[in-house]
Structure formats: structure tokens, C-alpha cells
């Protein structure tokens, strides 16, 4: 008989009882795990593991990675503000994406993070405009683009040549002779990522392999570089995928930037850090059948985690009490308006009652920060349980949070 659901000691139907649902529920021991384990299998001094906030921004998670000295990598003004006011050191923040606007460039220079990410010509030119207007040079890599197929969704592969992410080696060369000549850029070195949730190493060595020929490159120009940042996409384990085994990723890069150790290697994990610490509640509401599906019907939805609709994602589903009797194929499904909405497809459970409530697994990354108010309902709370207590870390929004702001 499988237990009762805890976290961190904390019964998980308790906490759904007490801050309602539905719920994600995070584990401050559970991220500092996984930020130990990625420390440990990174030796090479001054390696610095940037949390990729999008995975999940919220600001007592962010404080915990950030109180252990971890750095943040951001993709939006809205998201560098956050990491700052979760008190990351703008020295340990990198910014990337590929639509940076001026007034996002500004709060960049403004507060002095590490570096820029950029990812096209034009876009380095806006950053040298924004420099020399304030009279401060910009610090920036070059997003390589090294086309290498990640083998993953192809919603979240970014290292092929037809995504719209970084340029290709010649264009990159291109940029840091620029920095070279400017004095209003000041070139850091490079960037590259090339997806989410990847659980082979082969794609990440080969781009390595590919950073590395641009770094070879640069050196025959006697262009000097500090920082060489491979980016996230380390693949969790939700099913029956094997987790990518970041001892042996941390190797293989060690090993292809050894020629370069002046150069501090950077990565950007967001999943791998937080995926596995959190937990979203949900209450049973319903149960129905059709002639060929049984249905139980909950109170989260698509709108609180969107990857299974999105992506086909599997998320691990169970009841939070261990309940008795045979079990039977169901669909988890949740309110919102559309057959796509589902939490769990044709999943073995026991039987359930309504009041009754699952854990939906693997919902620390890219759930809350990809809910939205579809069908206008209200988004999740958020609570982080630290040392066995649980504290509530986003209040629930009301229908007023959503109504108010329409003018
Ligand atoms: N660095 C950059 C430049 C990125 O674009 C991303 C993710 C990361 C780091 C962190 O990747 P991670 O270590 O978390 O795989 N919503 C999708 C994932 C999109 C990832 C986008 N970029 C999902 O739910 O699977």
C-alpha cells in the first residue's frame, strides 16, 4: 500500500485543506538537492549555475537559490526585475532572448549585470546605442547558434538554423570584432542553448564542440574572451526517461573548454533545478463515463499547467491518501472549456471520490509561470514548505484581480 503524500514531513492533503486548491506546493530542501548535486558535478573554479528564472519566478524560490550564491539567467525586464528584487547580485545575472527593447537594455546597464546574450547584428547595435547614451559600456556574448538537434519537442528546440535563436559562427565572429572596435561594447564571450528537457549528452557535446571552433577562431583573431555559458535544457526524469546525468554533462564540457580556463563556464538550468521540488493539488470534483472514457474531473486545469496540453507532456499523478480498490484507466481532466484540457491521459488509479485529492508531480518548472486566467479563473496560490513548515508564498487570485484592471 502506497503512504500518504508528504512534503518535507507536511501531509499533502493537509496543506490542500488548509491554503485550498488548487495548489503548487514547492520544497526549499528539494532545490537546494538539486543545486548541490549540479555543484558537485561542476569542478571547473568559477563555474557559475545561473537559475533560468522562467522556470518558475517566484520570489521565495528565487531567494532560496539565490541565498546559496547561485546567479539567475533572465529573458525580460519583468524577470531581471524579479531576480533583483529576490536579491541576486546583478554581477550573476545574464540576459538573453531575442526581442530585448531598449528600455529592458537600460535596466540591464543601469543596474550592471554580467553580460547580454545577443542574438542578432541588429539587436548589438541597439545595445551599443543604449551604451553610449549611458555613457557605459555594455558587456555582451554572442548566442551561437551551432544547429544541432536536441531530440526533443520542437516547441522547445532552439539550436537548429531554422529557430529564430542566435547566429550562425561566421555572424558571431562578425559581432565580437565589433565589440572589438567599439568602445562602447565590451565583448564577454559566448552563449548557447539549444533546448529544454534533453536527456542525451550527445547534442550538448556537439555543440559544445561547435562553441569551442568559434572560440578557436577567435583566439587565432586575438580576441579575448571571459565567459563561456552553455545554457539549460538538462532533461528531468517524469516517467520512464532517464534523467540526464549531469556528472557526465559537466565532463564533457570541462573537457572541450580545458584549452580556454581563463574563461568562467556558465550554465543556465531552470528545470532541472526546481521541476522535481514542486507538487500541484487538485481536488476530485466529478467522476463520469462515456461509453469509452472514464473521466475524473478536477479543479486545476490547463490554464494551471498547460504542459500536457501544450507539449503532450506526461506529468506523475497520484492521490495524496492511499486509496483502496482495483485500479482502472482514467482521464484527469480539469474545467476549462476544451478537449485538450487534460492534466493525465488513460492513467492506472484507484478509485477516487469526489473531495478526494491528487499530486500532479514535476510541477516546479514551467507550471506556475506559464498559468494563465483562461476561462477566466483565478491563478493557483503558491506555498514553499522550509524546514517542515509551510508558508504561503503567492496568495490566490480573486476574480477581482482579473475584473479590476479592465478599464
Ligand atoms: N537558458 C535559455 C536561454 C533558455 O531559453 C532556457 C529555456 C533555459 C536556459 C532553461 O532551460 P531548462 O534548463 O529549464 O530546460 N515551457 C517549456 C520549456 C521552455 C524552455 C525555454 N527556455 C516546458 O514547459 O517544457
Not at 41 to 69: D, E, H
Not at 271 to 295: D, H, I, N, Q
Not at 363 to 378: K, V
Amino acid at each position: 500500500m502506497p503512504e500518504e503524500l508528504t512534503v518535507e514531513g507536511l501531509p499533502a492533503a493537509a496543506l490542500a485543506r488548509r491554503f485550498g486548491t488548487p495548489l503548487f506546493v514547492y520544497s526549499r530542501a528539494a532545490i537546494l538537492d538539486r543545486l548541490t548535486r549540479l555543484r558537485r558535478a561542476f569542478a571547473r573554479p568559477g563555474t557559475a549555475i545561473c537559475y533560468a528564472l522562467k522556470a518558475n519566478p517566484n520570489q521565495a524560490v528565487c531567494r532560496v537559490l539565490c541565498a546559496t550564491g547561485a546567479g539567475a539567467e533572465v529573458v525580460s525586464g519583468g524577470e531581471l526585475a524579479r531576480a533583483l528584487a529576490a536579491g541576486f547580485a546583478p554581477r550573476s545575472i545574464v540576459f538573453s532572448g531575442v526581442g530585448k527593447t531598449e528600455a529592458e537594455m537600460d535596466l540591464g546597464l543601469r543596474r550592471g549585470i554580467l553580460t547580454f546574450n545577443v542574438e542578432s547584428c541588429e539587436e548589438l547595435l541597439a545595445l551599443e546605442r543604449a551604451a553610449r547614451r549611458r555613457r557605459r559600456p555594455a558587456p555582451f556574448s554572442v548566442r551561437l547558434n551551432p544547429d544541432v538537434r536536441a531530440r526533443t519537442h520542437p516547441h522547445v528546440t532552439t539550436g537548429r538554423a531554422e529557430n529564430k535563436f542566435g547566429v550562425e559562427a561566421p555572424q558571431a565572429l562578425e559581432m565580437a570584432r565589433r565589440g572589438r572596435r567599439s568602445r562602447w561594447l565590451d565583448f564577454q564571450g559566448l552563449h548557447c542553448h539549444i533546448g529544454s528537457q534533453i536527456h542525451d549528452l550527445g547534442p550538448f557535446a556537439r555543440a559544445a564542440a561547435a562553441v569551442a571552433e568559434v572560440l578557436r577562431r577567435l583566439q587565432a583573431e586575438g580576441i579575448a574572451f571571459s565567459l563561456v555559458d552553455m545554457g539549460g535544457g538538462l532533461g528531468v526524469s517524469c516517467g520512464a526517461e532517464p534523467e540526464l546525468d549531469c556528472a557526465r554533462l559537466a565532463q564533457a564540457l570541462e573537457r572541450e573548454f580545458s584549452p580556454w580556463p581563463q574563461a568562467r563556464l556558465l550554465v543556465e538550468p531552470g528545470r532541472y533545478l526546481v521541476a522535481g521540488a514542486g507538487l500541484l493539488l487538485a481536488r476530485v470534483l466529478y467522476r463520469k463515463e462515456t461509453s469509452r472514457r472514464r473521466f475524473v474531473i478536477v479543479d486545476a486545469a490547463m490554464n494551471d499547467l498547460a504542459r500536457p496540453s501544450l507539449y503532450g507532456a506526461f506529468h506523475p499523478i497520484a492521490p495524496a491518501r492511499p486509496r483502496k480498490g482495483p485500479r482502472r484507466r482514467v482521464d484527469v481532466v480539469g474545467p476549462v472549456c476544451e478537449s485538450g484540457d487534460f492534466l493525465a491521459r488513460q492513467r492506472l488509479l484507484p478509485p477516487l471520490q469526489p473531495g478526494d485529492i491528487v499530486a500532479v508531480g514535476m510541477a516546479g518548472a514551467y507550471g506556475f509561470s506559464m498559468s494563465s486566467q483562461y476561462n477566466s479563473r483565478p491563478r493557483a496560490a503558491e506555498v514553499l514548505v522550509e524546514g517542515g513548515k509551510a508558508r504561503l508564498t503567492r496568495r490566490r487570485e480573486t476574480v477581482d484581480d482579473i475584473v479590476l484592471p479592465e478599464l
